[in-house]
């Protein structure tokens, strides 16, 4: 025997590393800059008409310009494509062939909320209340008694778009959903969780008081007066309005060391903001650099604002018709990070992850090379050419990077926006951030998995 065992397997076992062994203090220091410039981004987009108007404000600030389908692209170029207001494509034109590929980073802005029924104004036993239809894949019992906000827009009659966003400012009112006091909640308590709270019951509580105190001038109407007077909408606008209830607290540090950070839809802002942040901070990168912040991901990426719209590859087209490159080649050269969020393990609930797969919190970014559920139904699952490209790259750039799996086999699982990539001829693997408590109203992520997840994407781009 030439080697001891030890070292041995120094060389040929896998060693996973926690963040806080490899981050030098310069490391420390950026990742402490980069999350409160997230944690500001988080605030100010919990919802994605409100993620792209913040996006739009950093990629303007950045010089780029926008863009419509049909408008000229040019080398060396900045432009972004607003889709209706719910999705942004940021995209830099590189210096080199656009034959040789675009490097893409698609994440989604939408997450897991309550939305207003189309007609959702009512009173019952003298209190106000919006009915509503929730949005994606919720804990119901986890939205009640606790405080929310009102976002969104009302179309009026003639096209007046008004934007309505109340409810997370100090002085601001807030929303409410009524939850049963344990002393009368025998019956509710011996149903199993799913049941316990029906979608129905997610009814908001928006006022108390009537309009006057004639036989009809109840609390509808003075809701709906105040409304109004406020806003200048009447009943039937409803129908025309994308309201969505969302938690009303902000983004806030969690722990002692305020490593971690608690807010409401880190899936999937916390990978478009890295994904948007990196596209601005590798100018020098020689090739075509596309972020996509894509909305309805939560609700199978379906709709013209979706990952599966058409305007995906209509603006490849358009790119390669004005670079003068064959589409088809452009497509089969690029590569995507489809940057999303994996299940964190989580020590109070080992049951559901295989520990030897399972993402860590400050484990780095989790690199996903299939999700989907069952026997891997619904996956991409990246070709492992792909996978070594891209763990290269990391390891070059000193990029802490993790394995992850979506809980262990046969205990659920999901998808991403990845197989709605691939199926167009494009390389995609599963990118992003271990999260505890995904899908819930307060969502927790480490502040270094989130710096190394920006380091992730730069990487990517500039390689
Ligand atoms: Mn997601
Ligand atoms: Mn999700």
């Known amino acids: 025997m030439e080697k001891d065992a030890k070292t041995l397997k120094e ?15 310069e490391d420390k220091a950026a990742m402490e800059e980069y999350a409160k410039e997230y944690m500001w981004f988080l605030d100010n987009a919990k919802t994605e008409r409100e993620a792209v108007k913040t996006g739009i404000e950093m990629l303007t600030k950045a ?7 049909g408008d000229k692209i040019e080398k060396g170029g900045k ?18 062939n656009l034959e040789n590929g675009i490097r893409i980073s698609a994440s989604h802005i939408d997450s897991p909320r309550i939305d207003l029924k189309p007609n959702p104004l009512y009173e019952d036993g003298g209190i106000g209340y919006f009915k509503t239809h929730y949005y994606g894949g919720i804990k119901k019992y986890q939205w009640l008694a606790m405080p929310l906000a009102l976002h969104g827009v009302v179309v009026k009659k003639g096209g007046e778009t008004v934007d309505i966003c109340i409810g997370d400012k100090d002085t601001d009112p807030v929303f409410y959903i009524s939850d049963l006091l344990p002393h009368l909640a025998k019956d509710q308590m011996a149903r199993n969780l799913r049941e316990a709270i029906p979608g129905e019951k997610l009814n908001i509580i928006i006022g108390s008081t009537p309009y006057d105190d004639s036989a009809d001038g109840g609390v509808k109407l003075h809701m709906m007066q105040i409304l109004n007077e406020k806003y200048g909408i009447v009943e039937k606008d409803f129908l025309s309005a994308e309201l969505s209830i969302v938690p009303a607290f902000n983004a806030r540090e ?3 060391d305020r490593s971690l950070i608690g807010a409401y839809g880190h899936d999937d802002r916390v990978c478009s903001h890295p994904a948007l942040r990196a ?5 020098g990168s020689v090739h075509t650099v596309l972020a996509i912040l894509a909305d ?18 209509d603006l490849i087209d358009e790119m390669s018709k004005n670079l003068g490159a064959n589409f088809n080649v452009v497509k089969n050269n690029s590569k995507c990070l489809s940057a999303d969020v994996n299940a964190a393990f989580d020590p109070n609930f080992p049951e559901v992850h295989d520990s030897k797969n399972a993402c860590t919190i400050n484990g780095g970014v989790v690199l996903t090379k299939y999700t989907g559920s069952g026997g891997k139904g619904g996956t991409n699952d ?9 763990a290269d790259i990391f390891d070059e750039e000193e990029v802490l990077w993790q394995t992850g799996e979506l809980g262990k086999v046969d205990q659920g699982g999901g998808g ?7 199926s167009k001829n494009i390389d995609v693997v599963d990118l992003g951030v271990p999260v505890l408590s995904m899908h819930a109203p307060y969502e927790c992520i480490s502040k270094a998995d989130l710096y190394m997840t920006y380091k992730s994407f730069c990487a990517f781009n500039k390689h």
């Open 63 to 69: 010089g780029y310009a926008e863009y419509h389908l």
């Open 382 to 390: 990246a070709s492992a050419e792909f996978v070594g490209f891209v």
């Open 11 to 25: 060389e040929l076992f896998m060693k996973k590393k926690n963040a806080y062994e490899v981050m030098t203090d």
């Open 416 to 422: 991403t926006v990845a197989i709605y990539i691939s």
């Open 79 to 96: 432009y972004y494509l607003n889709n209706r207001g719910k999705a942004l494509y940021a995209f830099r034109i590189g210096s080199e």
């Open 279 to 283: 596209l601005l901070d590798t100018e």
């Open 254 to 256: 969690i722990g002692f």
């Open 296 to 313: 309805k991901e939560e609700v199978g990426s379906g709709g013209n604002t979706g990952m599966q719209s058409g305007i995906f590859l």
